[in-house]
């Protein structure tokens, strides 16, 4: 039960990050969208070999830490489940590649050299999409969904699901509590009962959404949200943010900084 609080508390925590009035928040949706995936794209554009050019790109995360001020340590907290999820991918490529290279006078299995390369962008990836929620409500990036042209149905489908994994996970927390008080002593949840605790999550699934839509509907939904973020405009700040950090993304992509520095220092 306690894990399950806590992450309640984790995406209330992200929640209240994203709603500060801090620059970075101020910026509009649609530009920390485009930014966010046009990052990520050039990231995994990467030979899978060229680890000193994909060292460069940390330049993003580094200055998002910086002009979001947001905590590293709370960060890496937060990602400690998903990043070795997803470091674990390239585990492998050491015992399929293992052709000799050489990089900086250090000979090693070229599996070796694409297992850290693959880790980095998977590391890169899930930093970026982090700070984009860490910065951006729900709503804000939902609307710049909308104005991306996404088809509404499934921007609306993002919006409720984000939203109600809270309730889901409040009704698992409820059923643990009840659980554990009717087997006091034991550690878990017995295998037994299982299937039984899912299908009842299930029904109270099914309830607590009728419910959430009954209410939806007598506040006058009609199939569309008002997205916090319509009245925002499109300022001359945004579009000094899209332009150097698009630029940057390009600049870095083409440019080996590491090795430039390296060779210079």
């Not at 694409?114 to 990836?125: C, E, P, Q, Y």
């Not at 499109?234 to 000094?240: H, L, T, V, Y």
Request: hydrophobic fraction near 50%.
């Amino acid at each position: 039960m306690e894990k399950i609080d806590r992450a309640i508390g984790e995406i209330h925590k992200l929640d209240n990050m994203s709603d500060e009035d801090k620059w970075m928040n101020n910026i509009h949706p649609l530009v920390k969208l485009f930014l966010t995936l046009f990052y990520i794209s050039l990231v995994v554009s990467f030979n899978k070999y060229d680890i000193m050019g994909l060292l460069g790109m940390t330049v993003y995360p580094i200055a998002m830490f910086i002009l979001g001020d947001i905590s590293i340590k709370d960060t890496f907290g937060r990602l400690k489940i998903v990043l070795p999820l997803v470091c674990f991918i390239g585990i492998f490529n050491p015992f399929f590649d293992k052709v000799p290279v050489t990089l900086y006078g250090m000979t090693m299995p070229a599996g070796v050299l694409s297992m850290l390369t693959l880790m980095l962008k998977g590391v890169l990836a899930v930093l970026a999409s982090y700070f984009l929620i860490a910065t951006t409500s729900i709503e804000k990036i939902c609307y710049a969904f909308r104005l991306a042209h996404v088809p509404k149905p499934l921007v609306t489908q993002i919006m409720l699901t984000y939203r109600y994994v809270v309730l889901l996970l409040g009704e698992v927390n409820r059923m643990s509590a009840a659980y554990s008080l009717r087997a006091p002593g034991q550690k878990g949840v017995h295998f037994k009962v299982w299937g039984s605790l899912t299908g009842q999550l299930l029904l109270r699934s099914m309830d607590r959404a009728t419910t959430v839509y009954e209410s939806m509907s007598l506040r006058g939904y009609n199939g569309d949200f008002t997205y916090i973020g319509e009245k925002d405009r499109f300022k001359s700040g945004d579009a000094a943010f899209l332009i150097f950090f698009g630029a940057l993304f390009v600049f870095l992509r083409v440019c080996p900084v590491i090795v430039v520095v390296g060779n210079l220092l």
